[in-house]
């Protein structure tokens, strides 16, 4: 059992299959810490203090542990309401991937598929970090936020940093200029 193993499976439960592990979450996606922790404890034999330290170490910050709650910052499949306020974002944002889905992404934008929003980074460092996660020659969008704002798209941040948007059309993206992930 290795730290990654844990984070992908809550990931997981969290985000996509709560029902997995015999879960509920509410209407803003949180269910109760002490459930999902002896649930995890049975699962990978570690201890409460173990879970709590790969929760609070998670390098993407992907989980929100409040009181005795706990649930996934975003990303989610599974239908919930986050709660986040619309916030005005910086005039470009990021997003990586690779090159092949670039030819896709040119012609319909990006899009949430099974997800509630599209992903954007804040910064070229992040966006590689998510691009190179996936199989395949890399490329780095440049997301025209200011643009998208303007034509009165909105925009959220999760707790973890991530930006939030329902969709971003291929007007609003380009390759970024110098820098292939």
Known sequence: M????VSKFLSYVLRHAPE??????????????AELSGKIREKFGISDAELRRVI??????????????IR?????SVEVKLELQPVAPP????????????????????QAMSRRHVHLSPDIE????????????HILLTVDTAAMSRQGYTFFVAN??????????????APHPEIKA
Request: aromatic residues 8%; charged residues 25%.
């Open 91 to 110: 005039s470009v944002l990021y997003h990586g991937t690779t090159a092949e889905a670039w030819e896709k992404i040119k012609v319909s934008g990006l």
């Open 160 to 173: 973890n940093g991530v930006w939030l948007t329902a969709e971003a059309p291929p007007q609003f993206l």
């Open 72 to 76: 996934a910052a975003q990303g989610h």
């Open 20 to 33: 997995e592990i015999g879960l509920t979450l509410d209407g803003e996606g949180w269910t109760d810490y």
């Open 126 to 137: 992040t966006a590689q970090t998510v691009a190179v996660r996936r199989k395949g020659p």
């Open 56 to 69: 609070a170490e998670n390098p993407k910050k992907r989980f929100t542990l409040s009181g005795d709650r």
């Open 2 to 5: 290795s730290d990654t193993d």
